[in-house]
């Protein structure tokens, strides 16, 4: 089983930033992509960022050239860089792995538990 575990998120005026963290414990071999999504209120569930393993990355549209997405292996952690921030960047943003637990090549997808970002105007 794996635990992801976020902090970083808060209230920030707009123009602010903030550091999201992410960091994966349990039963790990490898992680492959790790990634950010939000949603914001009302809305749906929607991507924000991603970066594989070979630390390739993609990003929304609507955060391009403000937020970026890094990963440090040997603390399991993915981070989300965000400046410039928006009021629309209000949401409550998750973390996913896809995740090897042993040698055997399966993965699984995990979810940790959301944090609340709130930018104000």
């Known amino acids: 089983q794996v635990q992801l575990v976020e902090s970083g998120g808060g209230l920030v005026q707009a123009g602010g930033t903030l550091r999201l963290s992410c960091t994966a414990s349990?039963?790990?071999?490898?992680?492959?992509?790790m990634g950010w999504y939000r949603q914001p209120p009302g809305k749906q569930r929607e991507l924000v960022a991603t970066i594989t393993s070979g630390e390739a990355t993609n990003y929304a549209d609507s955060v391009k050239g403000r937020f970026t997405i890094s990963r440090d292996n040997a603390k399991n952690t993915v981070y989300l860089q965000m400046n410039s921030l928006k009021p629309e960047d209000t949401a409550v943003y998750y973390c996913n792995s896809v995740v090897q637990p042993t040698s055997e090549r399966y993965e699984f997808l995990y979810w940790g538990q959301g944090t609340q970002v709130t930018v104000s105007s």
């Open positions: 349990g039963t790990i071999f490898s992680i492959n992509r």
